[in-house]
């Protein structure tokens, strides 16, 4: 024994041995609230950060929403943006609450919830890994800390975190069975961007592999109508506030934009040609991958749920013309995910990201560091093994027949019941 273990008060090593049991057992927790702590740090550290989007941009839309009373600024300009009047409310309660600090509001808006994209990451990981509590929060990590998520929000001062999260949770309540809150959390995804229109096969997909109404889809105008009322209500016109996607898909004449897709591959000078025909492709790509799964014979379990949300999301932006450099957002975080659900496939979602963080670097940084059509075609790697690993999981039948899900598994009170695996 020390002379140090000798001098100490009595009662100082039970204290001790409890604070230390203390740590040990809620490590799990303090260790989530340093990386949440370091999480905020990073960000805040790059607030200051102007992008052109924000000085072209939001700081005017900001300016024009402190200026205004209540909700006029949607009835007086009804045009003076391009984004639905869900992105704008958050940016007027933000103008509210800090109204000579528009740099932070802008960018402060998708921080929330790039923290609710970590809960829905460890919820969906989570349910792999039940008896784990390290390995969602890993995964919530590897979010948190993603090069594009950082980029995105408090560096560009974007907000695909919002869409995006809520389609992660729109996938996580697919994989529980919980179908009627998939719908409705991918409709709240909807009325921000149309991007989480990629997702909308999913749906499809459980719509006919499940027995649910049809009724269901109506969540998604529904949602839509409900989240512009406001706007409409303070001015703004019904054409204006229905018709935002279709302007913005109106406003640029380019077959990709910084986007690493089969496009870009193209010279611009075709473009109205090549608009229609990569409409086709990715709609013909579309009806491939929802036949496949409709017409398997498998129960679909989370992972079969994850392999047809992954490859919608990447193979849809990759064929459609007109895409953003930010437009694989949800493909990266979904692909993390799937990365731990198949663990084989680690490199995936450090591939996608890659990829995606190197056509971020154009327009936010003026510098190319590999060109964008050399990087379509390494995109080409992680989707053909995307694609590879969702057809030869799905066993697909030789004739259309019904899924598994809906063969009957016995009988209970002379009534058949139906086995439903998500």
């Known amino acids: 024994m020390s002379q140090f273990e000798h001098v100490r008060a009595p009662g100082w090593a039970e204290a001790e041995e409890r604070v230390k049991g203390w740590l040990v057992g809620h490590w799990t927790a303090l260790m989530a609230f340093v990386l949440g702590g370091l999480a905020v740090g990073v960000r805040v550290a790059a607030i200051p950060f102007q992008s052109w989007d924000y000085k072209d941009y939001f700081q005017h839309w900001f300016n024009l929403l402190v200026s205004s009373a209540g909700l006029t600024a949607f009835g007086g300009q009804a045009s003076f943006s391009d984004y639905t009047p869900p992105y704008l409310y958050l940016l007027r309660l933000g103008s509210l609450l800090f109204p000579a600090q528009p740099l932070a509001v802008v960018k402060g808006i998708s921080f929330p919830f790039e923290a609710l994209l970590a809960i829905g990451v460890y919820l969906l990981v989570g349910s792999r890994y039940p008896s784990s509590k390290w390995v969602p929060l890993a995964?919530?990590?590897?979010?948190?800390?993603?090069?594009?998520?950082?980029?995105?929000?408090?560096?560009?001062?974007?907000?695909?975190?919002?869409?995006?999260?809520?389609?992660?949770?729109?996938?996580?309540?697919?994989?529980?069975?919980?179908?009627?809150?998939?719908?409705?959390?991918?409709?709240?995804?909807?009325?921000?961007?149309?991007?989480?229109?990629?997702?909308?096969?999913?749906?499809?997909?459980?719509?006919?592999?499940?027995?649910?109404?049809?009724?269901?889809?109506?969540?998604?105008?529904?949602?839509?109508?409900?989240?512009?009322?406001?706007?409409?209500?303070?001015?703004?016109?019904?054409?204006t506030a229905l018709g935002s996607y279709l302007g913005q898909a109106t406003f640029y004449r380019k077959l990709a934009m910084n986007a690493p897709t089969l496009l870009a591959l193209i010279p611009n000078q075709y473009y109205d040609v090549f608009v229609w025909v990569g409409l086709g492709w990715a709609a013909a790509a579309v009806l491939g991958i929802v036949t496949i799964a409709v017409v398997s014979g498998q129960s679909f379990s989370a992972t079969h749920w994850l392999r047809l949300s992954l490859a919608l999301l990447l193979v849809v932006p990759y064929l459609t013309p007109g895409m953003h450099d930010r437009f694989f957002y949800p493909a990266e975080i979904v692909s993390a995910v799937y990365a731990f659900y198949v663990p084989r496939r680690f490199y995936l979602p450090i591939l996608i990201t890659t990829i995606s963080l190197l056509c971020y670097f154009p327009y936010l940084f003026n510098t190319e560091i590999v060109p964008i059509k050399l990087l379509s075609l390494i995109m080409l790697i992680p989707l053909g093994i995307t694609l590879y690993d969702y057809v030869t999981s799905m066993g697909c039948a030789t004739s259309v027949r019904p899924p598994r899900d809906w063969y009957p598994t016995g009988r209970a009170n002379g009534h058949t019941s139906l086995q439903s695996v998500s």
């Open 139 to 239: 995964a919530a990590g590897w979010v948190l800390f993603s090069p594009t998520v950082l980029l995105d929000g408090a560096v560009w001062g974007q907000s695909d975190a919002i869409y995006t999260s809520l389609l992660v949770l729109c996938i996580y309540w697919v994989t529980c069975g919980r179908s009627v809150l998939a719908f409705v959390a991918f409709a709240l995804a909807f009325a921000f961007k149309a991007q989480a229109a990629f997702l909308l096969p999913l749906l499809v997909v459980v719509y006919l592999r499940r027995r649910i109404s049809v009724v269901v889809f109506a969540a998604i105008p529904l949602a839509y109508v409900a989240l512009m009322l406001p706007a409409v209500l303070a001015g703004m016109r019904w054409s």
